[in-house]
């Protein structure tokens, strides 16, 4: 965290992660780090997170997974926050991934069609 210019988060909800971005974590962090959240909502502290984007302490967040699915309360403590974007859990959906998974969706269908199977599950 002392030498991340960036930090973004993609790890499931857990005993350990849970509110792995706290206070004390984030006193860590240089003040012109940014903090993305794309793993689950309960990964970061929410107060915490939303004072150190207002003192100065983090330079900014994009969050896109909350502790309550959006639409968020209109007093929701990060629509006050500094330099925050917020996305309601669809930060995934640009048009090149909407446009690759409908590739993957189609071709296969046209495999199965064809009798072979390209994306096995197990």
């Given amino acids: 965290l002392r030498n991340s210019d960036i ?8 005993r350990e992660t849970r509110f792995l971005i706290n206070s004390n974590n984030i006193g860590f962090m240089k ?9 689950r909502g309960e990964v970061i502290e929410i107060g915490a997170v939303a004072r150190a984007l207002n003192e100065g302490k983090i330079a900014g967040a994009a969050i896109d ?7 968020l309360p209109l007093d929701h403590v990060l629509f006050s926050a500094k330099n925050t974007i917020l996305t309601p859990h669809v930060a995934f959906a640009t048009q090149e991934s909407m446009i690759r ?10 495999a199965w069609l064809d009798g072979k199977q390209i994306n ?3």
């Fill in 7 to 14: 930090i973004t988060l993609h790890t499931p909800l857990n």
């Fill in 65 to 71: 997974v909350f502790e309550v699915e959006p639409p």
């Fill in 101 to 110: 998974r409908a590739k993957i969706t189609f071709d296969n269908i046209y």
């Fill in 120 to 122: 096995k599950i197990i």
């Fill in 31 to 39: 003040p012109n780090a940014f903090l993305i959240n794309c793993a």
